[in-house]
T-cell receptor, first 116, second 113 residues
Framework: GAVVSQHPSRVICKSGTSVKIECRSL??????MFWYRQFPKQSLMLMAT?????????EQGVEKDKFLINHASLTLSTLTVTSAHPEDSSFYIC????????????FGPGTRLTVL | GEDVEQSLFLSVREGDSSVINCTYT??????LYWYKQEPGAGLQLLTY?????DMKQDQRLTVLLNKKDKHLSLRIADTQTGDSAIYFC?????????????FGTGTRLQVTL
C-alpha cells in the first residue's frame, strides 16, 4: 500500500515553454501532497504544501506564479513549471500523506526536468 | 530554524554492519525518519521512530534515538551491495494539518566486496 506515482519520469523541454508534472496516490486518498526539488548531490528542498481543494502553501523563496500547483482531487496534484529556464532543471519529487496518518510521507519516484 | 546534519559518505564491506548518524536541532520533532534513495529514483521509506522512543528494530535495521543529544542513528546489519544508496534522515515538525519534513544532507553508503 501507500504507492505514489509521478508522470512523466523524465522530460526535456525548450526554454520558455511550460511543463506539467503529475503526482498520484494510487491506493489511498491523499489529503496533503508536498512538492520537493532536489539538485544533484543535494538534499530535498520543500517547495510547497498542497491541500485538496485549497490553495497551495509555498515555502519562502519559491515563486508561486512560476510553480503552479493544483490539487484538484484526493488522488492527484499537479505542478506546472511555467516559462521554464535552464536553471529550473532539477529533479522534482512529490510526496503524499494519507488521511490515516498526518506524519508519514510516501514519495513518488521523481521527475527529471531538463530545460534546454 | 531546523538543521539536520549527516556525514556525507560511508564505505563498508559486504557483510559488515553500517552505522549512519544524524543530528537534528528541533526539539519539538514528533517523528524521525530514515529514507533510502537509489540513483535517479525517489525516496523509499525505510523506518521511522516516534520521538519518545529510544530504539526500534525492524529486521536488519536498528534505529537508535538519543533525544537529549538530538542524535539519531541507523544501523544496517549484514550490509549487502543492494544497500548502496543515499540515506536521508528527516525530522517532522508540527505544522497545521500535516507535518513538514526537514531532510538531512544525505549520507552516501558504498558497499564494497
Amino acid at each position: 500500500g501507500a504507492v505514489v506515482s509521478q508522470h512523466p519520469s523524465r522530460v526535456i523541454c525548450k526554454s520558455g515553454t511550460s511543463v506539467k508534472i503529475e503526482c498520484r496516490s494510487l491506493d489511498f486518498q491523499a489529503t496533503t501532497m508536498f512538492w520537493y526539488r532536489q539538485f544533484p548531490k543535494q538534499s530535498l528542498m520543500l517547495m510547497a504544501t498542497s491541500n485538496e481543494g485549497s490553495k497551495a502553501t509555498y515555502e519562502q523563496g519559491v515563486e508561486k506564479d512560476k510553480f503552479l500547483i493544483n490539487h484538484a482531487s484526493l488522488t492527484l496534484s499537479t505542478l506546472t513549471v511555467t516559462s521554464a529556464h535552464p536553471e529550473d532543471s532539477s529533479f522534482y519529487i512529490c510526496s503524499a500523506i494519507s488521511g490515516a496518518s498526518t506524519d508519514t510521507q510516501y514519495f513518488g519516484p521523481g521527475t527529471r526536468l531538463t530545460v534546454l | 530554524g531546523e538543521d539536520v546534519e549527516q556525514s556525507l559518505f560511508l564505505s563498508v564491506r559486504e557483510g559488515d554492519s553500517s552505522v549512519i548518524n544524524c543530528t537534528y536541532t528541533d526539539s519539538s520533532s514528533t517523528y524521525l525518519y530514515w529514507y533510502k534513495q537509489e540513483p535517479g529514483a525517489g525516496l523509499q521509506l525505510l523506518t521511522y521512530i516516534f520521538s519518545n522512543m529510544d530504539m526500534k528494530q525492524d529486521q536488519r535495521l536498528t534505529v537508535l534515538l538519543n533525544k537529549k543529544d538530538k542524535h539519531l542513528s541507523l544501523r544496517i546489519a549484514d550490509t549487502q551491495t543492494g544497500d548502496s544508496a543515499i540515506y536521508f534522515c528527516a525530522e517532522s515538525s508540527p505544522g497545521g494539518t500535516a507535518s513538514k519534513l526537514t531532510f538531512g544532507t544525505g549520507t552516501r553508503l558504498q558497499v564494497t566486496l
